[in-house]
């Protein structure tokens, strides 16, 4: 079984330019999440999805990011335009079940190193 | 307020010996999900083991013990006869029920493993 997937590994942009994060969850997994660390800092909630559905987005910074998951599969993240503070590493993750439950295991992705200069 | 504090920016063991991270956790959810996660410097996080709120005994998972004392609130990972292959970050997580899906993450600790 494949896991989960992050495209790019690395980007660099400048600021005030476009940017999109792609992840590929494991098959199967209805629920999606998205996560950022900045440098230094602990990793943080971005999002949730359940299949194509937001279903908290209590963590995203401001405007300029704009998740989707089209068909309740793949998901991208978009950073627009992007801002030095942007910069961090972004993770995605997945799990099966659709209620959730404590028990759930989130399985990451590699991450997406993103750099704004 | 949901928070978790690692407390150990690093730490350094000798190899074949065994280490604690330690990992305290703050929530008024009464059910919560405890999870440790390790990250090798190619980036990846790993699943290593979880630890339900209402679950009696502690977790284990190979040479991973999760030492539970829910009174005190705290979830230290436990790792025996450490390898060099151990050398990572490593974070604690909560999941309290009330919270939707999402993990509260603790800063990290870097294990370092001297041969």
């Known amino acids: 079984e494949a896991g989960v997937t992050q495209f790019p590994s690395h980007s660099v942009i400048e600021k005030g330019q476009t940017v999109t994060l792609r992840c590929d969850p494991i098959?199967?997994?209805?629920?999606l999440y998205w996560y950022r660390r900045v440098m230094g800092k602990e990793i943080k909630f971005l999002l949730h999805?359940?299949?194509?559905?937001?279903?908290?987005e209590s963590g995203m910074p401001n405007n300029r990011f704009l998740a989707e998951r089209t068909g309740g599969t793949y998901s991208t993240l978009k950073v627009q335009p992007a801002e030095l503070e942007d910069s961090g590493v972004y993770f995605c993750?997945?799990?099966?079940?659709?209620?959730?439950?404590?028990?759930?295991?989130?399985?990451f992705g590699p991450g997406t190193r993103l750099l704004v200069l | 307020a949901q928070k978790i504090t690692q407390t150990q920016p690093g730490m350094f063991v000798q190899e074949k010996e065994a280490v604690t991270l330690d990992c305290t956790y703050d929530?008024?959810?009464?059910?919560?999900?405890l999870f440790w996660y390790k990250q090798p410097s190619s980036g990846e996080m790993i699943f290593l083991i979880y630890?339900?709120?209402?679950?009696?005994q502690n977790a284990t998972e190979g040479r991973y013990s999760l030492n539970f004392q829910k009174a005190r609130k705290s979830a230290n990972l436990v790792i025996s006869a450490s390898q060099l292959g151990d050398s990572a970050m490593y974070f604690c997580?909560?999941?309290?029920?009330?919270?939707?899906?999402?993990?509260?993450f603790g800063q990290g600790t870097e294990l370092s493993v001297k041969p």
């Open positions: 999805f359940v299949k194509e559905s937001k279903q908290d």
């Open positions: 993750a997945s799990s099966r079940s659709r209620g959730g439950s404590d028990m759930e295991t989130q399985y």
């Open positions: 997580a909560m999941r309290p029920r009330n919270q939707g899906g999402k993990l509260i």
């Open positions: 929530t008024s959810d009464p059910s919560y999900g």
């Open positions: 098959s199967g997994h209805d629920n």
């Open positions: 630890q339900g709120s209402y679950d009696q």
